[in-house]
């Protein structure tokens, strides 16, 4: 790319008063109130945190780079469809408010694995503990690479020294300050983010002749094409797997991971953890739908030459890197410009670093350490280990990145990785929050079942080669331009008259390499498969064990749902009884009563 469109002084210096602010935030809260000295203060933020920032950290969390520079992208290569997803995962979102939230607070955990160990055994809850783990190690990888990847495409800096010098920032950062610095550090990127969204667009949709001449580009081109109500399981994007996708996802990592959890965890009563997971929902919403609007814009910007066909003169080597470059190329003559919508982009990473690391030292204390530990730790021990953790699993973090920038897709390979085991953990903790039944060995067999699966099916999805074929784009109006007209990526292109196409753009996958046909599988599917497999999987355990015949909790037990527990005393089976407390899994409870309430079988 030409130097002229390289970041100036003033981009950098944007840059690093974004980095400043951010890391001045979280010194503030080391030096002031506890000092970050007790494990509730460091990991929970004092449980006195108010719904504002415990909101804007949901929405950052859980959209990150990967949202500000992979969905614009989906939406220009495979059309608006994804935007679909908004409305299943509202819905997932109050479900998850309703029927799960409230079981942690009953239950006064610190980390939602806890409660496993509660309900199932130790086992179970040091197993799940380090699935997590393994899931946020790929996860940050993920987020971390896409700011890389966007720097990497303004400066000369290359992608390795790049990952390198963003993780032990990310983890100096996250070391500093404990989960309240994090919160309100989050409400500055989120406005970032924000700010660089609109920055863009209004920038883009003035070059792309207003929103009437957008719409008619998009319907021109297929983009708008959203109701596809295909059941084909190859299919990137339907009705079907984002109805079922949304709702999945939204329960599994709003209900099941620490890192959304935890934010809920630090708010003082259920219902205000309930308002401010509920609400949440619209600024994701919104930020999702601008994201798949931006999509549309750039695609009516290049609609006569596709940035990835004409790379002698973009420079750029995958989709991905589209939005930076029409940012340090459109936006290089407003000087600051141009740094503040970078700012944007990898303020989106830091957030969701900080948090999945800050929630990665939580776990493996509150998990590990301390259970495993034979002499008692202090809370300033344990705060200080926490710390040191952060660090630890920033550059793991930074290890893991290395491999993910072999990949095609941010938003692919993202919600690959997270796939695998969203849907086993989800499938285990609606089992122990709507029933009664399901012992540990059950569990654990379901477990095993549905993660195998899904990681058998999720690494071949990634690291098989196969790319889902896109919508039509276009190099005819490229400087450098192809003889070709068009291009359908991973298919021959199609050609109306030997004169209109001079040459045939090959596959990128030739039909002898063609991939497993589960490697085939939309991405969406993963976790939706891995929910199904691990249910049923332990289903037919309590079934074949016989253990279907015993309730292994009471009915009034604080593992269960509110909705379960309405719904158990609403049914005409109830009544109350005795049941010893050898018969239960919570006798070595404190303060267990031996009349509880349960149904008759």
């Not at 989906?74 to 939230?101: D, N």
């Not at 700010?195 to 863009?200: A, D, E, K, N």
């Not at 200080?384 to 072999?406: D, P, Q, T």
Request: proline share 4%; hydrophobic share 50%; glycine share 6%.
């Amino acid at each position: 790319m030409d130097p002229y469109y390289h970041l100036g002084w003033i981009d950098y210096v944007i840059i690093g008063l974004t980095l400043l602010i951010s890391t001045a935030i979280g010194l503030k809260f080391q030096f002031s109130g506890d000092r970050q000295r007790t494990t509730r203060e460091y990991l929970l933020a004092g449980k006195n945190m108010s719904i504002f920032p415990v909101v804007m950290s949901i929405t950052v969390t859980m959209l990150s780079a990967v949202t500000l520079l992979g969905i614009p992208m989906e939406t220009y290569r495979f059309g608006m469809k994804f935007a679909l997803i908004v409305i299943p995962f509202s819905i997932g979102t109050v479900l998850t408010a309703v029927i799960i939230t409230p079981v942690y607070f009953n239950c006064r955990v610190s980390t939602t694995y806890e409660f496993l160990e509660i309900r199932y055994g130790k086992t179970t809850r040091y197993t799940v503990s380090a699935l997590f783990i393994i899931q946020m190690v790929l996860f940050m990888s993920v987020v971390l690479y896409a700011p890389v990847l966007a720097l990497s495409a303004v400066t000369d800096l290359s992608i390795e020294v790049s990952i390198v010098m963003f993780g032990l920032i990310c983890s100096f950062y996250c070391a500093v300050g404990g989960l309240k610095g994090v919160l309100w550090t989050d409400v500055f990127q989120s406005g970032l983010m924000f700010l660089c969204l609109i920055v863009v667009y209004v920038f883009s949709a003035q070059e792309a002749g207003g929103v009437v001449n957008i719409y008619k580009t998009s319907v021109e081109g297929q983009r708008l094409d959203i109701l596809d109500f295909s059941t084909d399981f190859t299919e990137r994007y339907t009705v079907l797997n984002l109805m079922v996708k949304g709702i999945v996802g939204s329960m599994a990592f709003y209900g099941t991971s620490q890192v959304e959890v935890q934010r809920l965890l630090s708010l003082s009563t259920i219902k205000r953890a309930q308002w401010a997971l509920c609400l949440s929902a619209l600024p994701v919403s919104i930020l999702c739908l601008m994201c798949n609007i931006l999509g549309l814009v750039l695609f009516t910007i290049f609609k006569d030459c596709d940035p990835m066909l004409d790379k002698a003169h973009t420079g750029i080597t995958k989709y991905d890197q589209v939005i930076p470059y029409y940012i340090v190329t459109r936006l290089h003559s407003i000087p600051g410009l141009t740094g503040l919508c970078i700012a944007g982009i990898f303020s989106g990473s830091l957030s969701t670093i900080s948090s999945a690391l800050n929630s990665l030292s939580a776990v493996t204390v509150n998990d590990f350490i301390k259970p495993l530990c034979k002499t008692k730790l202090n809370d300033t021990r344990v705060v200080y280990i926490a710390k040191v953790l952060s660090i630890l699993f920033g550059m793991l973090c930074v290890c893991f990145a290395f491999a993910i920038s072999k990949v095609d897709s941010l938003v692919a390979v993202n919600n690959a990785l997270i796939g695998i085991t969203e849907g086993p953990m989800l499938a285990i903790y609606l089992i122990g929050i709507l029933t009664r039944k399901g012992s540990q060995r059950c569990i654990l067999f379901g477990l095993i079942v549905g993660f195998a699966l899904t990681g058998w099916i999720g690494y071949g999805i990634v690291f098989s080669g196969y790319r889902s074929p896109s919508l039509p784009v276009e190099s005819s109006g490229c400087a450098s331009a192809l003889n070709s007209t068009s291009i359908f990526q991973n298919s021959t292109a199609a050609c109306i008259g030997i004169e209109q196409c001079a040459t045939t753009i090959k596959p990128v996958i030739p039909a002898r390499n063609d991939p497993f046909i589960l490697y085939k599988i939309s991405f969406v599917w993963i976790a939706p498969i891995g929910l199904f497999f691990t249910l049923s999987a332990i289903l037919l355990a309590i079934l074949f064990t016989g253990s279907w015949r015993h309730n292994v909790i009471p009915a009034n037990s604080k593992c269960l749902s509110p909705v379960t527990k309405l719904w158990i005393r609403s049914s005409r089976f109830y009544e109350p009884c005795i049941i010893p407390e050898e018969q239960t899994a919570l006798t070595s409870m404190k303060g267990f009563e031996r009349t509880i309430d349960v149904i008759k079988i």
